[in-house]
């Protein structure tokens, strides 16, 4: 929770050691990287904006972790967090993001033309497509941090914003706060509408606070283009639609999104982004280009098979239950997305979805043929 | 209203306050400034003005959404407290959670002391209402733990099955849980154990730390029902009581666990005594001489409890300052229980009524949970003595009814006496 600058230098009266965190039963990104003498040279530190190290850490020490899920551990609660605090985010990001260095440049690539096929995918297999990213706006604390006033203030920029769209583009901005309950149902119906968070991780980092207040779902009238506005980030921006058709799905994504930030340019407030880091969002596991590009895909004989896993990591694809994160699949479909966000650019990484799920798609046929896939195995990305 | 708060430290108070102090003039000075006058602290920073920040509170049944309007929040907003404690803090439990249409919460909490001076404007109207007019402007509340005061208050086993009372002490000088750092934290833990470990006698006891026990002394604790769990009300969890979870939290009770402390949870510590049956009068006389026992030892090392003359004893949430007393039984009462007229008896006798499992439980049987309603206002003996009359009538009331007589509603009793 954010405490003033004065909390931070009333903290400076007590030692490192009675300050530092126990982290002995910790297993996150964040305490396998902080140690006391790292915590000593943070701790007088704070942002523009008066985010602190405990600010950043506080998720992490709240929540220990699990022995087989990695989670960060730590947020930012703007964008001068990753300058300040680079030392503790750093190495977290290298960890993380298998290896990033801190001298590493990355690549952002949105011109959708570069993408090699993606629209012949096999809708008996592939039920749906999607993409999604998450956008900062720049000059603005982040969800952790911000207060109520600059929540608000994010919200406005970015119903101007998108409500000036057209074409394809034109929607409708929904409030949390003062949606009807038909509004509700249907926003349910079409799996829109987001929830307050319950996930400890998320609460832990005040992310949930002034709940409902500022937040809301902004979606085009096809339904096919979705902006959440002060979820986990500023923006989180999804593009979606039934079958496998994921070059468009990524066209208008790459549109969408480029439409948007050329109003809020106009306003001075662009995205937060530096050649480093890419798109600078909340968390650091969305570094970089926050890009999951995914399908629902049915591989019933693959994913029971020995090598899906080793199939998966060699493609750099990962996946997850329909639910999303953290679920179980249903009925062999699969979530299958990119693994990387950071070091690769958005068409890459999409170019990594839509190539490894038409192999997949090709290994499951081949299966259900009683055929070997040994031959078709690649070699890692 | 006046709102000079002079505190008294005692000079080993002092000498304790400069040996945290680390490099720098800058703190020492900083520390002795806390000796007088509540400082209004630093500015917040500030980009919006307080129009663009004043939540929305429309859709709120809380108490500090009843009485924070845009002109209060306008005055406060940006204050803090010397340690930094700012309104924002104070009242994001309650932003955060609107409340029920039947019960109403408080929605505001502490961080230290001095919130309730710096933002007396708010806490004051939220105190007289949750205190049934209390004010803390104008009237002084009586503390009074002189056990042997108390008439009666040894019930017929036959309806009381147990005997417990409660409260709380916050150590001066340290932040409160919704504000504290992890070192301030630690300290509380550490003043608090030591002086429980110079307890003696029937009070002689051990220190289970949340962090180092092992899996029989938790096993244990959970069938002596003395554990507390990490808060997951999120009335607790959004006023950031449970950050840093289990860092320096523990139990500590007596050998022969009548007597129990509980170290940084909702407040710097709570403090029960408790045995079966119905002898109230003994519990309530082993919970002040445990009180006073562990107050004198903790100012041999040169601590205090947080007091004042306005509004008794400091806690976290302001429903529970004042005495921050509530002693209650478990009572079964199967024809009272049943008759029509029972809430409005309980509510004369000034009592309320909970579920055997606390606040927010409900009753199992005919059992119940009763307890005093005020905290503040009262001293501790008088809200005992409340609860031994009450019961008194509650038990006589189901004796009646056991012989086919009737009874009667009693007159309401006065609130501050």
């Not at chain 1, 609460?203 to 959440?228: S, Y």
């Not at chain 1, 990524?250 to 050329?262: M, S």
């Not at chain 2, 959404?65 to 204050?79: E, G, I, Q």
């Not at chain 2, 017929?156 to 750092?181: E, M, N, Q």
Request: with cysteine.
């Amino acid at each position: 929770m954010p405490f003033g600058n004065t909390h931070n230098n009333f903290k400076l009266n007590y030692s490192v050691e009675d300050e530092f965190p126990d982290l002995t039963k910790h297993n996150n990104h964040m305490a396998k990287v902080l140690t006391q003498e790292m915590y000593a040279k943070l701790r007088d530190k704070q942002t523009p904006t008066g985010f602190t190290v405990d600010d950043v850490i506080q998720t992490g020490v709240d929540n220990p972790g699990h022995p087989f899920i990695m989670t960060v551990g730590c947020v930012a609660g703007d964008e001068e967090s990753y300058e300040v605090f680079k030392d503790l985010l750093d190495p977290v990001i290298s960890d993380r993001h298998g290896g990033y260095k801190a001298t590493d440049k990355h690549k952002t690539d949105l011109n959708f033309e570069n993408l090699k096929g993606g629209d012949d995918l096999d809708p008996n297999y592939v039920l749906s497509s999607r993409v999604r990213t998450g956008r900062s706006i720049k000059g603005y604390a982040l969800p952790p941090h911000n207060s109520r006033g600059e929540r608000r203030a994010v919200e406005k920029l970015s119903v101007e914003a998108l409500n000036s769209l057209d074409g394809e583009f034109k929607g409708k901005y929904y409030p949390l706060k003062s949606m009807t309950d038909a509004e509700q149902e249907q926003l349910i119906a079409d799996h829109f509408l987001f929830d307050k968070p319950v996930s400890p991780l998320l609460l832990g980092a005040g992310m949930a606070r002034d709940w409902p207040d500022a937040r809301g779902i902004w979606h085009n009238e096809n339904k096919t283009f979705l902006v959440w506005v002060n979820e986990e980030d500023h923006l989180r921006v999804i593009s979606m639609q039934k079958g496998g058709n994921m070059k468009e799905v990524f066209k208008r994504f790459c549109v969408g999104l480029q439409r948007i930030e050329e109003i809020f340019k106009k306003h001075n407030h662009g995205f937060m982004w530096n050649q480093h880091l890419g798109f600078i969002l909340t968390c650091p596991s969305n570094l970089g280009t926050g890009l999951r590009g995914g399908v629902h895909v049915k591989l019933p004989k693959l994913s029971t098979h020995a090598k899906f896993e080793e199939i998966l990591n060699r493609l750099r694809l990962q996946k997850r239950g329909t639910g999303g994160v953290d679920t179980a699949s249903v009925g062999g479909v699969f979530d299958i997305s990119n693994a990387d966000r950071i070091g690769s650019s958005e068409v890459d990484q999409v170019q990594c979805v839509v190539d490894g799920v038409k192999l997949m798609v090709e290994m499951e046929k081949k299966l259900e043929k009683g055929e070997s896939i040994d031959s078709m195995i690649p070699a890692q990305k | 209203m006046a709102s000079s708060f002079a505190r008294i430290l005692s000079s080993k108070r002092k000498v304790g306050i400069l040996s945290l102090v680390g490099a720098g003039s800058l703190t020492v000075g900083f520390f002795l400034n806390r000796e007088q006058h509540v400082n209004a602290g630093a500015h917040v920073r500030r980009i919006y003005p307080a129009s663009a920040e004043y939540p929305d509170l429309r859709k709120h049944n809380n108490c500090m959404a009843s009485h924070l309007t845009p002109a209060v929040y306008a005055k406060l907003c940006d204050k803090t407290t010397p340690n930094g404690y700012t309104l924002d803090l104070a009242i994001q439990t309650g932003v955060d959670n609107p409340g029920h249409p039947f019960i109403k919460t408080v929605g505001m909490v502490a961080g230290d002391e001095e919130s309730y001076e710096v933002f007396a404007d708010i806490f004051n109207s939220v105190i007289k209402e949750r205190h049934n007019g209390y004010d803390p402007c104008n009237m002084k509340h009586p503390t009074d733990l002189d056990s042997s005061k108390i008439r009666g208050g040894q019930f017929d086993a036959k309806y009381v099955l147990s005997s417990r009372v409660r409260t709380g002490r916050s150590i001066r000088g340290l932040s409160l849980p919704p504000a504290c750092t992890r070192a301030e934290r630690r300290e509380v833990e550490r003043v608090v154990i030591d002086a429980l470990a110079g307890l003696k006698g029937d009070l002689a006891g051990k220190y289970y730390s949340l962090t180092l026990m092992n899996e029989q002394e938790q096993q244990q604790l959970i069938d002596d029902h003395f554990l507390f769990d990490k808060p997951v009300s999120p009335l607790l969890t959004c006023a950031g009581m449970a950050r840093d979870w289990p860092d320096a939290r523990g139990i500590w009770h007596n050998n022969e666990k009548t007597f129990l402390v509980w170290v940084n949870e909702e407040d710097h510590t709570r403090v029960i005594s408790m045995e079966k049956g119905g002898n109230m009068k003994r519990v309530f006389e082993r919970f002040c001489r445990g009180l006073q026992e562990v107050e004198r030892l903790i100012q041999e090392k040169g601590w205090e409890f947080m007091w004042n003359e306005r509004l008794g004893y400091i806690l976290t949430c302001p429903s529970n300052l004042g005495t921050g007393l509530r002693a209650g039984v478990h009572v079964t009462l199967p024809r009272l229980s049943k008759d029509p007229r029972f809430p409005k008896i309980l509510d004369n006798l000034r009592l309320q009524k909970r579920g055997t499992g606390g606040v927010d439980t409900a009753a199992v049987g005919n059992t119940f949970d009763i307890s005093n309603l005020d905290r503040l206002g009262q001293s501790e003996v008088q809200l005992v003595q409340t609860v031994i009359d009450g019961l008194n009538y509650l038990i006589e009331c189901e004796k009646k009814l056991e012989r086919g007589q009737d009874i009667k509603i009693p007159a309401p009793i006065s609130q501050f006496k």
